[in-house]
């Protein structure tokens, strides 16, 4: 797996916020020459996520540490399952395993979440996506958990797609407005991004479609009766996501309206992370 540069960043600035100038309780009562081996067991049914970023972690902080990987992220969990071996400097040990729990609690977190909204689509196109409702900083872990969960990720950031909402719309003076300007400054800058709008209404769903440049509408905060009819309208002129108070128990009535993709950022910002923990493996 590929460890792109935010993630390491991330990893960085987690080590020095919590080591500092240096774990005291580990250099103070573990000799620097010993050695041991610790265990990653689970204490929760889940999925697991961020097995690949906890060695990447263990590594950062001692290359020397050696990491055994007893199961793969996107394995379903249950409490005892035991998911990776680390061996070395019981000092690095020690001081690796906060962050690596915190970390991979997190992320089986939301792969669980994720995996639970998933499993309610199955049989149907729809996919469920992520939103920018994560922690901030670490919403490459978090986006990379929703993969592992099942579900599939929206843009990343402002920079990587044109996502034209209400307030944009509202401050441009209305859609039309927006999506010239938007395409003026695409053509502009020399950028290729794709274009989604949000429509608050049928009426904006029609004024959004006279627009061919725009890749996908967003339905926000329609009613499964509007939803249908918006499907109906913009047929395969564009793509379709619905998003705005969406809960896991009307999730597949709305997918089941036609739509391409439903956005929950419930599966970032909603979550209950595993539990698990580190044990000295004698």
């Known amino acids: 797996m590929e460890i792109n540069n935010l993630i390491k960043e991330l990893v960085t600035l987690a080590i020095k916020e919590d080591i500092g100038d240096g774990d005291h309780t580990t250099l103070a009562c573990i000799p620097p020459d010993k050695t041991g081996e610790a265990i990653l067991i689970v204490k929760d049914n889940g999925i697991l996520a961020g097995v690949e970023i906890a060695k990447f972690i263990f590594n950062e902080i001692d290359n020397t540490i050696e990491f055994e990987k007893l199961l793969d992220d996107g394995t379903q969990v249950k409490h005892g399952d035991k998911a990776f071996k680390v061996r070395g400097s019981a000092q690095s040990l020690l001081s690796s395993e906060r962050l690596a729990l915190n970390v991979m609690q997190r992320m089986s977190g939301v792969a669980t979440q994720s995996n639970i909204y998933a499993q309610k689509l199955n049989g149907l196109k729809t996919k469920v996506l992520d939103t920018r409702k994560t922690t901030p900083g670490m919403r490459m872990l978090d ?22 909402k209400d307030n944009h719309i509202d401050f441009a003076g209305g859609i039309s407005n927006a999506i010239k300007a938007t395409l003026k400054y695409l053509n502009d800058k020399g950028l290729d991004l794709k274009i989604e709008v949000e429509a608050r209404s049928i009426e904006e769903v029609n ?12 339905l926000d905060n329609f009613s499964i009766e509007e939803t249908k009819q918006a499907v109906d309208i913009i047929g ?28 929950v950022g419930a599966l970032t910002h909603q979550i209950k992370s595993l539990d698990m923990s580190l044990k000295a493996n004698f």
């Open 207 to 218: 004024e959004i479609l006279t627009f061919k440049e725009v890749h996908r509408i967003l």
């Open 236 to 263: 395969d002129k564009a793509e379709t996501e619905s998003s705005g108070g969406i809960t896991l128990d009307t999730l597949r009535d709305y997918a089941e309206c036609g739509v391409d993709y439903i956005s």
């Open 143 to 164: 986006k990379m958990a929703v993969k592992i969960g099942g579900g599939e990720n929206h843009r990343i950031g402002l920079f990587d797609m044109i996502l034209i």
